[in-house]
């Protein structure tokens, strides 16, 4: 049912009551899901354009200029809600949907990632939505032949109820190809291609802009659509042939809202009006009602405006793929959504009303108290073994258990695979394409702002140590209840520090997502603030990215960046239960020039390896670099102000290791950089010492407790 207060605004634009065809429709338009009505003040606070800027914010996906006349095209989408109540189905389709934003924009998908967030998996509920969520995108990512290269696994208590599933996908194309959902002439066909329409998904989009509860699993099955790979397969290189042709005017995806929400959507953008024939739906199930067909969400099914003597092609294009087609409508002058069914018209709406009349607003937004940072622990007995601990924790723990159900060279493209700070994938004339996503919903809990500007910092850092430079950013803000002004503070402040943080960095927000309500009456808290993110940049010369792991004996290591007593949501202060304890990493004003100067160094081929410090701090990173040599690290030269704890663990921003052959020409390129020479390559110990401390790891301990994650899902 429609709020009472939509309806009464309904009601007096229309001069009539809406039916329940035209209710359905404006329920689904009119959600948060599909209209942001809390969400939208908010998001006009970001820098949306730039130099490489084509198409920002507001179509299927973004496109970006990559140069040499090649595009990108990128999007970022959650299936949260759907993936709760069926976790294989929910994942999966939250793949197909994002990628067929990719090829609605005329460009092929070359590449996914996966920001994953889950509960405790000391819990059969949590490791059964854990298990086949990774398996509904391995099936799903690997049938249809786009590599998942970079993702992020996250374990937190909050995510019990209400697991995150967001999905970033990067497709490639030729600038000349790309085509928009903005229809252009009234007067041209509307052909529907892709698989038949059935009752799965009904009102996906007002499902997911509520609360989930316990009866959910039941009472919302209908909401979850059912994918199918094998036609999306299809469906990619139907389109692609579609748009090759030059026929294609405007195409969207049906995805949220469904037929209702991508042909209102259509008309809307090129500011014209629609006539559509229900009856014309090609149908999975007999007795389908104008209600159902126009709010399904059933997968695998793209519109095309094409003009009245190009349908035929394009129906020929569609069996030649053996995929369902038929004619459904066309664009009118006048500017109303009109839906016949077997002769009757059975909604008349005004098309600006449905797409562009929910109203909009900033909610009452409340700050907490001032937080406590509390006392700090006793320093530790046994340093060596909270360095173990540290690394065999699942949120710091390998992922290779993830990625190795997932084929990451699809498409011979991938030059960094999984597992390193960032993936890069080669695109044209030496030159390739690095992406990294994801966030630290430990530091947004204690200080949403910082959060959000750190959120991009480190997401760029895993960036410049492949040597790129980030070109855009997508988003996936993931928050609970907007109603409650405690969230809607975190909310706000999250955008606020991303957006803050993007202008830093001159990398302008070019679309995404915003999942509120992930909240769970069975648990019975929101989530963390999870403002999780997608970045693409470019490297430069392929030859040049260095490796993510210690080579060359005696090479030279370098630390970069401040250590600051910067504890506040680490995951050393996580494990040891003082999760609202200390000071959160800030993000410094020299970040920007941290992050420009390491680009730099990098192109210049200079670095034989380098790695991000971030989540874990200093002792993860060095940890992480050990795979086939170790390290001999002295950590006394840093800072003699910090606890070997805080020094081990602090997660302060902008900090990298880099090893080179060339100490002394790099030390000169850092400049006024702050930067430490740390040790030497070599040997198959990693050696960490420092004032009062000195451990020793085994390549084969570090080894086994990084593979925490791999053996529990092995057992």
Request: net charge negative; charged share 25%.
């Amino acid at each position: 049912m429609l709020p009472e207060n939509d309806l009464k605004i309904i009601t007096e634009e229309m001069g009539r009551e809406p039916n329940l065809v035209e209710q359905g429709c404006f329920l689904n338009l009119w959600s948060e899901h599909c209209s942001y009505r809390s969400s939208a003040p908010l998001l006009k606070t970001f820098t949306t354009v730039g130099d490489r800027v084509i198409i920002g914010p507001g179509d299927d996906a973004a496109i970006i200029r990559f140069g040499d006349g090649w595009v990108l095209a990128i999007g970022m989408e959650s299936h949260n809600h759907p993936s709760y109540v069926d976790p294989y189905n929910g994942s999966a389709t939250g793949v197909g949907g994002i990628v067929r934003d990719i090829i609605s924009m005329g460009a092929r998908p070359i590449a996914l990632m996966d920001p994953l967030y889950f509960g405790p998996l000391d819990t059969p509920k949590n490791l059964y939505l854990f298990e086949h969520i990774v398996e509904g995108i391995a099936g799903y990512g690997n049938c249809i032949g786009v590599p998942v290269v970079r993702g992020e696994a996250y374990f937190d208590e909050t995510y019990s109820g209400n697991p995150l599933v967001n999905v970033v996908c990067v497709g490639l194309a030729r600038e000349e190809n790309i085509v928009t959902a903005c229809a252009q002439k009234a007067g041209n066909k509307l052909v529907l291609v892709g698989s038949t329409t059935g009752r799965d998904g009904l009102g996906g989009a007002s499902f997911a802009s509520r609360d989930l509860s316990e009866e959910a699993e039941a009472e919302d099955r209908p909401s979850i659509q059912i994918g199918d790979p094998f036609t999306e397969k299809l469906l990619i290189e139907a389109t692609l042939e579609a748009i090759d042709t030059g026929h294609v005017l405007s195409c969207r995806d049906l995805g949220a809202a469904g037929l209702a929400g991508a042909s209102s959507e259509m008309a809307s953008k090129g500011n014209l009006g629609m006539r559509l024939m229900a009856d014309k739906v090609i149908l999975r199930e007999s007795g389908m009602t104008p209600y159902e067909i126009m709010i399904s969400e059933s997968q695998e099914r793209i519109l095309f405006e094409v003009s009245p003597e190009n349908v035929d092609e394009l129906l020929a294009i569609a069996e030649k793929y053996d995929l369902n087609a038929s004619m459904i409508g066309e664009l009118t002058e006048r500017l109303y959504y009109t839906v016949e069914f077997e002769g009757e018209v059975v909604a008349d709406m005004p098309v600006k009303l449905l797409t562009e009349g929910a109203p909009t607003f900033e909610r009452p937004s409340t700050a907490p108290a001032e937080r406590d940072i509390g006392d700090k622990p006793e320093l530790p007995t046994d340093l060596k073994q909270a360095v173990i601990d540290i690394l065999s924790s699942h949120n710091i723990a390998s992922k290779e258990w993830i990625y190795r159900q997932y084929d990451h060279e699809v498409q011979v493209r991938t030059v960094d695979k999984p597992g390193s700070d960032a993936g890069v994938l080669r695109i044209a004339d030496g030159k390739g394409l690095a992406l990294s996503c994801g966030c630290n919903p430990g530091h947004t809990l204690l200080d949403p702002y910082e959060g959000g500007k750190g959120t991009l910092i480190e997401n760029s850092m895993n960036l410049a140590v492949k040597g790129a430079e980030g070109i855009a950013l997508v988003d996936c803000l993931n928050f609970g209840n907007p109603e409650k002004p405690d969230i809607y503070w975190q909310f706000k402040h999250a955008i606020l520090g991303l957006g803050d943080a993007a202008r830093d960095l001159s990398i302008p927000v070019v679309g995404g997502n915003v999942s509120l309500y992930n909240e769970s009456g069975e648990y019975g808290t929101a989530i963390v603030p999870t403002p999780s993110i997608g970045l693409i940049g470019i490297t430069g010369d392929l030859e040049t990215v260095p490796a993510s792991f210690f080579e060359g004996e005696g090479n030279s290591v370098i630390l970069v960046g401040e250590t600051f007593d910067e504890m506040g949501g680490s995951e050393y202060y996580n494990i040891k239960g003082l999760r609202n304890n200390g000071n959160v990493p800030k993000v410094r004003e020299n970040a920007p020039k941290t992050v420009e100067t390491l680009i730099s160094i990098i192109r210049e081929g200079k670095i034989e390896a380098a790695h991000d410090v971030s989540a874990g701090g200093l002792a993860t990173a060095l940890a992480e670099m050990c795979k086939e040599t170790g390290a001999s690290i002295d950590l006394s030269g840093v800072s003699e102000d910090l606890r070997a704890d805080d020094l081990l663990f602090s997660e302060s921003h902008a900090r990298a290791i880099l090893v080179t052959s060339e100490k002394d020409k790099v030390l000169e390129m850092l400049g006024d950089i702050p930067c430490t020479v740390i040790g030497t390559v070599g040997g198959d110990d990693l050696n960490i010492k420092g004032n009062g401390f000195d451990l020793s790891f085994t390549l084969d301990e570090i080894a086994e407790a990084r593979a925490s994650l791999t053996k529990l899902m092995m057992e």
